[in-house]
Structures are given as C-alpha cells and as structure tokens.
C-alpha cells in the first residue's frame, strides 16, 4: 500500500513562487514513476509533470514547461518547484505513484494508482 501526502500548498501572487512537497509511505519508492497533476474547478485533472524511478527522466506539460521542476529524494520525497506563477495554475495539486504502465510518459492521470488527498494553489494577479 502507498501512502502519499502533500504539502507547501498556498496563496500567492502571480510571478512568485511555491514548493510542493509529496512524502511518500512506501518500501520500494524507488520502484515507483511519480507524478504531479492539478485540477481546477469545473475541469478534469492534467498532468503537470513525472519523473522515472531514478530521477533520470522527466517530462512536462506544455503549461508549465520552463517554469516547473519536479524531482525525487532518497527520503521517499517528491518535489514541484513552481517558479513565475500565473493565475491559470490556481488548481488543486495532487501527487500520484505507479508502476510506469504505458503512457506515463505523456501524463496520463489513469497510469497512476496511488494518490494524495491535494494541496490547494491559489495565484492571484
């Protein structure tokens, strides 16, 4: 069983930055592809980024890509350091574990079994 919890979640202005943490209550951690996804009210959830089980590889949506950076510790930490915030990244921030089925490469929230409870992230302009 994976457990996941977030934090680091809040209100910010647009331009500023936030850090999301994820711990993770898992043996094997370092078998498992990670993954950070949002949703936004009236929306579906998306992808925003996932890392490999080493770290090695990782991949963005086209939102976020220059200004996010996901990344993995050896403490069964994951990581999402949100640089130049915008209003349109206000969303619900969920962290997610899987096993790197096909198609967690490009993002796919159904790759991912195991999820957080959230954090909020509010960007005002």
């Known amino acids: 069983q994976v457990q996941l919890v977030e934090s680091g979640g809040g209100s910010v202005q647009a331009g500023r930055s936030l850090r999301l943490s994820c711990a993770a209550s898992v043996y094997t951690y370092d078998k498992y592809c990670m993954g950070w996804f949002r949703q936004a009210p009236g929306k579906e959830r998306e992808g925003v980024a996932t890392i490999s089980p080493s770290g090695s590889y990782t991949y963005y949506s086209d939102s976020v890509k220059g200004r996010f950076t996901i990344s993995r510790d050896n403490a069964n930490t994951l990581y999402l350091q949100m640089n130049s915030l915008k209003p349109e990244d206000t969303a619900m921030y969920y962290c997610?574990?899987?096993?790197?089925?096909?198609?967690?490469?490009?993002?796919?929230?159904?790759?991912?079994?195991?999820w957080g409870q959230g954090t909020q992230v509010t960007v005002s302009s």
């Open positions: 997610a574990a899987g096993s790197c089925p096909t198609g967690w490469r490009v993002l796919l929230p159904r790759t991912f079994s195991y």
